[in-house]
């Protein structure tokens, strides 16, 4: 007997392009949540030796690896430009350089196709990354956690959000770089200080937990980083030197606090979630890069648990900035509005989710990765 063909992916195909901070990242998805395809180049060595990440050699980089990258794309998904139903690129919030080239990229790709191009909102495509990878259904309530954010939003469905809290000072995954920088551990942070942890011990340094049980729901880092300054001298003042113990167990510590501040928060923000949702089997979703941290997602499954709620956390490699989201985030505006086309759409370096909420002081100030 003939086994039946395979269906073919469900339409619409998206094209998603993402070239807001150091990656450069072209992906391809279908309604039917599949990934056609999925390619991705990080800068990282291009920027190690500064620190951090340096605009002009973003925009520059892009510029010269995104045509490949789209071809290969296109291969991998065995799909020509005009198979595609739509091209979806980052237009904000990031480095201006890097959204300009990806924007005009995918709009003269989108001209030349003859397709209709879509503006994304890098955040809308981590908000909604749980949905192409589970089965998150509005509405849910979001932790967004990245290099250049850290937020509470309650997501009503795509382009309804309502910011609940956010940092009112260095983002999460800031604070893992700058972290990462003062023990003299690679960029980007988070998976260094992840690694380090592994060995150490959680408490043998006094860490402080700004805001902990403090009413509201906001955050604040700067004030972990600086003790982590101070215990680092220490350190060095009674040893000589910083040594690898020591960097291990200040990376526990500090992630245990990291984990602390972002338990408490978000357990305030599910049981009210909860009570204005009358809902007594809460979603609740954590994105952005730092959700590729185990300890923390550990941490916030059992809370999770603790109060009946689902968690959709991403896989790893989707939690990190990506092509896939931005198709995915692409691929929910064109079905809400099949006429979508954003041809006329300009970069935003700030775009926040939330367009009502009040400007945002500390981490808002800056692009992607601050
Ligand atoms: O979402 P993302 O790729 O870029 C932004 O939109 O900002 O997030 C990057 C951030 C960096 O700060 C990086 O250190 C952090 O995510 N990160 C992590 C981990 N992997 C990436 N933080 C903690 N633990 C990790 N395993
Ligand atoms: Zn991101």
Redesign the pocket.
């Known amino acids: 007997m003939q086994t039946p063909a395979p269906s073919p992916p469900k339409r619409p195909y998206v094209m998603g392009i993402e070239t807001?901070?150091d990656?450069t990242a072209v992906a391809i998805v279908s309604a039917d949540r599949q990934i056609l395809a999925h390619v991705l180049i990080s800068q990282i060595d291009e920027h190690a030796d500064f620190g951090g990440v340096v605009p002009e050699i973003a925009a520059r980089s892009h510029v010269d690896i995104l045509p490949l990258l789209t071809e290969q794309a296109l291969e991998e998904a065995g799909l020509g430009p005009k198979d595609l139903d739509a091209i979806a690129a980052t237009t904000g919030p990031?480095l201006m350089g890097g959204l300009m080239v990806g924007m005009v990229f995918a709009k003269s790709f989108a001209l030349a196709a003859n397709k209709p191009f879509i503006a994304v909102n890098?955040?809308e495509g981590?908000a909604l990354t749980a949905r192409l990878t589970g089965e998150a259904e509005f509405p849910f309530l979001l932790l967004l956690?990245?290099?250049?954010?850290c937020q509470l939003l309650d997501v009503a469905g795509v382009g309804k959000y309502t910011r609940l809290s956010s940092t009112i000072d260095d983002?999460?995954?800031?604070a893992?770089?700058k972290t990462?920088k003062l023990l003299g551990l690679d960029?980007?942070?988070?998976?260094a200080?992840?690694a380090a942890a592994v060995n150490g011990r959680e408490n043998r340094f006094q860490l402080p937990r700004p805001l902990l049980g403090k009413p509201g729901l906001d955050f604040s880092f700067s004030g972990l980083k600086t003790a982590v300054r101070r215990v680092a001298e220490d350190c060095v003042a009674k040893r000589g030197a910083l040594h690898a113990d020591d960097v291990a167990d200040i990376c526990a510590g500090f992630?245990q606090a990291v984990g602390d501040c972002l338990i408490d928060r978000t357990e305030q923000a599910l049981k009210a979630f909860m009570i204005r949702h009358d809902s007594e089997r809460p979603t609740l979703v954590v994105a952005?890069?730092?959700a590729?941290?185990?300890?923390?997602t550990a941490r916030l499954r059992a809370l999770a648990a603790e109060h009946n709620a689902a968690l959709e956390a991403p896989p790893?490699a989707l939690?990190?900035?990506n092509g896939a989201m931005i198709a995915w985030a692409g691929l929910e505006r064109l079905i809400i509005n099949p006429a979508i086309d954003d041809q006329a759409a300009q970069a935003r370096p700030r775009w926040p989710l939330d367009e009502t909420a009040a400007a945002l002081y500390g981490s808002g100030k800056k692009g992607?990765?601050?």
């Open positions: 807001s901070c990656e990031g890098h955040l981590h956690v990245s290099g250049g954010h983002a999460v995954g800031e893992f770089d990462a960029y980007p942070g988070g998976p200080v992840e992630q952005g890069g730092v590729a941290n185990r300890y923390l790893m939690c990190t900035d992607a990765k601050a």
